[in-house]
């Protein structure tokens, strides 16, 4: 059988155009390698965006609400999760997660981010400084920073094989 | 876009050899109806069964992992959902399936047909008794108890349509 | 350092009220003991009446609530904790619970007997069955069915000394 | 009734010596205040200091375990709460406390301070920089820094009168 690999893309449910433009083709080039995309479900900011590309180039998309409804899923999610936990379903998106991407957001976004590294998980920022705070993460190649979604998509690849 | 139906099926880690084949065969069912299977994703029992007859038919199964890892996975998940939260990830596979289907289990089990009727949820008893304890959800109708795979799909078909 | 003995009494959100007289009654004979009692936290039937017996009779009292918020603690939950994860603060409830004790309840009282069961927890149910489909459970011994506070207390004392 | 204050003290389970002695006084000093402490419930780092600070002055000090079990509990935890969520339960820590008192950390703690920020709470950094990252929230003051227990003390006060 064929492994599923799933990427999860975390980020803001509020974000800037330029960073729904980025999640968008993140979650486009996603789809076309065949991976899943999974996500925080809801339909906005970078949640919305990833979704949109990864289910409009024909990917799966898998999203972990914290709701314990659908009332704000955004319908680019094949997989919807009802979790009922709030931010606690955070620990779940990292854990499902082969790699862990960050777009720009708030507190829940760093909250994914520190869960990711405390979970082990390799973390890749995308065109997003979570602050000096992880710093001793980057020393370690825990996380890793880049400016592009292609750039995203040669990482993961690099960790993959 | 087409909605995706997510049926739940619950039952015990470890199963009667008849009860596997009746997972299995629903969860060939489950597929052949184009709809996703999901299920506490472990490699025993009904888990294994119904999502290896999802699976073996071209079906989505989804496993919501009890784990913080993926060593019991069942190979036939496509989408393992990785929780550690023990037990606790019985709320996800309820709340996340449209419709909760019951085979034969123990403790695990009845905890998932009771947080399923807590939640609103229906519930298929698929040729398992959950005891005295449930009567008054059977007579609201919440509750249904059928004999066959083939009678689950039906009951779920009059709810979808 | 002297132990904690935290007992979880369970129970229905809506009670009869000679059901809330034994639960109140039991959360004294609780607090008189000097263990700590342990329930879901809500202003409303076995959790309220059960809390208030322990409370009154200066006893410790832990709530373990299921909103991200405390507008419907009981008032005489001296420690609440405010756990944002609706009914999977099941599991918390009776993993924390050194014994647990099962009034009558509903459905989701009944998944705090499985999950109990299911965490290996020895239950004790105060004049409630659950029905058939826990007989395996009587057998062993796991789950014994008593009609008092005080044989709940006696109970108890067998299993700690 | 009087209203019971629950203090949250996070911070690493590996801690430096002077880390640990601010951790230990601080918890004596929310002990002689009346109020109760919180804190991930380990027998190590900021997580043991606190806890016995807390108790060797007569304090309530509530423990909220990742694991589903209490092998690793610190033994000056009075309340033991077993989530069996792993860092899940940071989200419990942060909903339960009125005030988040950051002590040195890693992405553990870094988690905590963001959860406790989404989740609305107050936070006061103790001799901690989480970095640049939550420079948004000191701004607005819902993230304060201070240099010793004593200054956590009178900012807790400011809040709470």
Chains 1, 2, 3, 4 share one sequence.
């Not at 479900?41 to 609400?65: C, D, H, P, W």
């Not at 979970?119 to 370690?140: A, E, H, M, S």
Request: aromatic fraction near 8%.
């Amino acid at each position: 059988m064929k492994k599923t690999f799933i990427i999860g893309v975390m980020g803001g449910g509020i974000a800037q155009p330029v960073d729904e433009r980025n999640a968008y083709h993140l979650g486009s080039l996603i789809a076309l390698e065949g991976w899943v995309l999974l996500n925080g479900g809801r339909n906005s900011g970078i949640m919305e965006a990833s979704a949109k590309g990864a289910f409009e180039n024909g990917g799966l998309t898998v999203g972990i609400l914290p709701d314990d409804h659908d009332n704000r899923k955004s319908s680019y999610v094949s997989i919807p999760i009802i979790t009922g936990m709030g931010s606690a379903r955070n620990c779940i998106n990292v854990l499902s997660s082969y790699v862990v991407v960050a777009c720009p957001g708030g507190a829940g976004t760093l909250s994914e981010i520190a869960l990711a590294l405390k979970y082990g998980k390799k973390v890749i920022l995308l065109d997003f400084n979570p602050g000096t705070g992880f710093d001793n993460y980057r020393k370690t190649g825990q996380l890793v920073f880049v400016k592009t979604p292609e750039e995203v998509i040669d990482t993961i690849k690099l960790l993959l094989f």
